[in-house]
């Protein structure tokens, strides 16, 4: 397996992992437009605990209103949002324009022990949180077999 340190802090991200529950699109900024280049990469954190999966993703700047958080066919998770160009008029001088605009879309594949029907969703302060309560794995019941002679 091939790990690429992170250069932002300790993390390590797994690249090449088939396992990984993360959809890797490789082609996915290639099609690059002005009007959604600057909020492709939207960063998302994603923790699991003993009870749930906990994804945080920075969105600063949106209402809950414009962000949609869905799930398609009980496996992938899936945030999209859009934020809008603030509208110019005429006699305005811009000096400097460094806010990013536009669409992003980020997928991830959902493990199989997760609750899909009681995931919830809330934005505080730009950030929108996303928990996942996972389900108990069930141990298969072991029976043991007396070998006879």
């Known amino acids: ?58 969105i600063p700047g949106l209402k809950k209103e414009e962000v949609k958080v869905e799930i398609e066919d009980d496996k992938v998770l899936q945030i999209s949002g859009e934020r809008n160009i603030e509208k110019e008029d005429k006699n305005d001088k811009w000096h400097r324009v460094e806010r990013s605009s536009g669409k992003f879309l980020r997928k991830f594949r959902l493990p199989q022990n997760v609750k899909v029907d009681q995931v919830k969703a ?18 298969p019941d072991v029976k043991p077999i007396q070998i006879s002679a």
């Open 1 to 58: 397996m091939s790990l690429i340190p992170s250069f932002f802090g300790n993390r390590r991200t797994n690249v090449f992992d088939p396992f990984s529950l993360e959809i890797w699109e490789p082609f996915k900024d290639l099609s690059l437009s002005a009007e959604n280049s600057g909020f492709v990469s939207t960063r998302v954190d994603w923790k699991e605990t003993p009870e749930e999966h906990v994804l945080k993703a920075d």
């Open 122 to 139: 809330s934005m505080e302060n730009g950030v929108l949180t996303v928990t996942i309560p996972k389900e108990e794995i069930k141990k």
